[in-house]
């Protein structure tokens, strides 16, 4: 069981403010509505979420969600890609509820439960163009791997970012990561 229980306090955040828990069927509807705004830059993006939250609640992918209250303002969601890997295909935090470390304490209840899984590597994809999310990610542990040109049309290339069990677990403060760049790594 992924995250299971899983119920705790937000870093950062009054306890009774936010806490992070497993998805449940009844989020769905409020979920779709939270990612609403980034399904434009996703070709079917509809299908696809319906896709993961299915897989999630049936227990073949995992999922974590942050909550204001009873609303719905982050989720994390990660699909099983064989032999200790990992894909992070969603980490999103609804703009207005950003800089609260809602995204961190996102990430660092994957990161654990990756560690406690086993996994040997993770990745993420985020839009090339996206300097404060790859700076994100960095702080998290991943390090840059490829750039994936056009991706999703012309002018929208994707980043590819990998985690490994050496990368540090994010405190409140973010892992510091060593100067990479994409650049450096041949496409």
């Keep these: 069981m992924p995250f299971g229980s899983l119920d705790m306090p937000v870093d950062n955040a009054p306890p009774a403010a936010c806490r992070l828990r497993a998805p449940r069927s009844t989020d769905r509807h409020r979920l779709a509505l939270l990612l609403a705004g980034v399904a434009p830059r996703y070709p079917g993006f509809g299908d696809w979420f319906d896709r993961r939250f299915d897989d999630v609640l ?8 942050a909550l204001v209250g009873t609303d719905p303002v982050g989720l994390a969601l990660q699909a099983d890609k064989g032999a200790g890997r990992r894909k992070l295909s969603t980490l999103f935090v609804h703009p207005a ?7 961190r304490s996102l ?31 960095r ?22 970012l990998t985690w490994t069990p050496e990368s540090p677990v994010p405190d409140r403060g ?8 994409f650049s450096s790594i041949p496409a």
Excluded: K, N
């Design 58 to 65: 049936l227990g073949r992918e995992y999922g974590v969600v």
């Design 97 to 103: 509820c950003r800089g609260r470390c809602i995204g």
């Design 107 to 137: 990430m660092r209840a994957t990161i654990v439960g990756w560690h406690r899984d086993g996994i040997e590597a993770a990745r993420v994809t985020v839009p090339a163009d996206d300097a404060a999310t790859i700076a994100f990610f």
């Design 139 to 160: 702080a998290s542990g991943f390090a840059p791997t490829i750039l994936l040109p056009d991706r999703y049309g012309p002018g929208r290339s994707e980043a590819v």
């Design 174 to 181: 973010g892992a510091a990561r060593p100067q990479e760049s």
